[in-house]
């Protein structure tokens, strides 16, 4: 069975731009969630969704948007681009809006220039 | 913020059980410890989750003492491979609420 599935993996964007990453969930799975990982902050949680709704957001600006599709398939926005949102950003899915057992993807390395 | 305590680092000779502490003296009833771990370039990995008896899995053993404050996480034969930071989580499965994540053990495998 295929794992979390991150595109791009690499991505580099000035500031002011936008981006839109995209997270395919392990086939089956209908929660996704999205974190970001700084050096400085660690993991943190963005937002999470189930059943194209999203059900959990984290303390992030509302330039931080996300959506799912009805295949579970989810992308996440990032309008405006900072030079702090240069990061890793993973996504995660799991069987059911719980939260047992999260798959992780491999993530999506941003760089704000 | 992270409701658990963690060493920033450990090391463990190759062949030898790793053993990973936790301290999380705020838990309440419902909540479970969850460890996770990551790689360097990966995403984390679940490795196992308890509640209150002790778990074992493939990969581990979580240890969980009887007031619930403190947990241990066990590696029998750490290898190299198991070189990462490892992170305890505790979570309330019934609010389905997010896994907050802390700084977590950088545990250090050498030969």
């Known amino acids: 069975k295929a794992g979390v599935t991150q595109t791009p993996r690499y991505l580099i964007k000035t500031r002011g731009q936008q981006v839109t990453l995209s997270c395919s969930p392990i086939?089956?799975?209908?929660?996704v969630s999205w974190y970001q990982q700084t050096p400085g902050q660690g993991l943190q949680f963005l937002f999470e969704?189930?059943?194209?709704?999203?059900?959990n957001k984290g303390n992030f600006p509302g330039r931080f948007s996300g959506r799912q599709f009805s295949n579970s398939r989810s992308e996440m926005n990032v309008s405006t681009l900072e030079l702090g949102d240069s990061a890793l950003y993973l996504c995660?899915?799991?069987?059911?809006?719980?939260?047992?057992?999260?798959?992780f993807g491999n993530g999506t390395r941003l760089t704000v220039t | 913020d992270a409701k658990t305590t963690q060493p920033t680092s450990m090391d463990c000779a190759e062949g030898r059980a790793a053993n990973l502490p936790c301290n999380h003296s705020?838990?309440?009833?419902?909540?479970?410890v969850y460890w996770y771990r990551q790689i360097h370039s990966q995403g984390p990995q679940y490795i196992i989750h308890?509640?209150?008896n002790n778990e074992t899995n493939e990969m581990a053993s979580l240890i969980i003492t009887e007031d619930r404050k403190s947990s241990t996480l066990i590696l029998p034969h750490a290898t190299l491979r198991d070189t990462a930071v490892y992170y305890c989580?505790?979570?309330?499965?019934?609010?389905?609420?997010?896994?907050?994540f802390g700084t977590g053990t950088r545990l250090q495998v050498f030969p």
């Open positions: 995660a899915s799991s069987l059911s809006p719980d939260g047992r057992n999260l798959h």
């Open positions: 086939s089956g799975h209908r929660s």
């Open positions: 969704y189930f059943s194209e709704t999203q059900r």
């Open positions: 705020t838990i309440s009833g419902n909540e479970y």
């Open positions: 308890g509640l209150k």
């Open positions: 989580i505790v979570r309330d499965d019934y609010n389905t609420d997010k896994l907050i």
